[in-house]
Nanobody, 112 residues
């Protein structure tokens, strides 16, 4: 059974940084695409970034140059380093694993 647990969310001022972590349990971590999505109030869930098992990354245009996704296959963990945060980055951030697996979400709030 796959389980994804996020951590690292919180409240930060605009221009600040946060790092999210997603610890995965269960099989298949190292061979699967992982990623982060986010959902702001009243909006649809949207892709933030993905990373393949080989380290190929993909980012939403809105976060390119500010966010970095990475993974540690030995620790079954994927990270999202978020820099230069903006109020519009405020959302619940969800860890995702190919196969439609989701974490419970972690709140990120950026104050202006």
């Amino acid at each position: 059974q796959v389980r994804l647990v996020e951590s690292g969310g919180g409240l930060v001022q605009a221009g600040g940084s946060l790092r999210l972590s997603c610890a995965a349990s269960g099989s298949g971590f190292g061979i699967n695409v992982m990623g982060w999505y986010r959902q702001a109030p009243g909006k649809q869930r949207e892709l933030v970034a993905t990373i393949t098992s080989g380290g190929t990354t993909n980012y939403a245009d809105s976060v390119k140059g500010r966010f970095t996704i990475s993974r540690d296959n030995a620790k079954n963990t994927v990270y999202l380093q978020m820099n230069s945060l903006k109020p519009e980055d405020t959302a619940v951030y969800y860890c995702w694993k190919r196969g439609n697996y989701w974490g419970q979400g972690t709140q990120v709030t950026v104050s202006s």
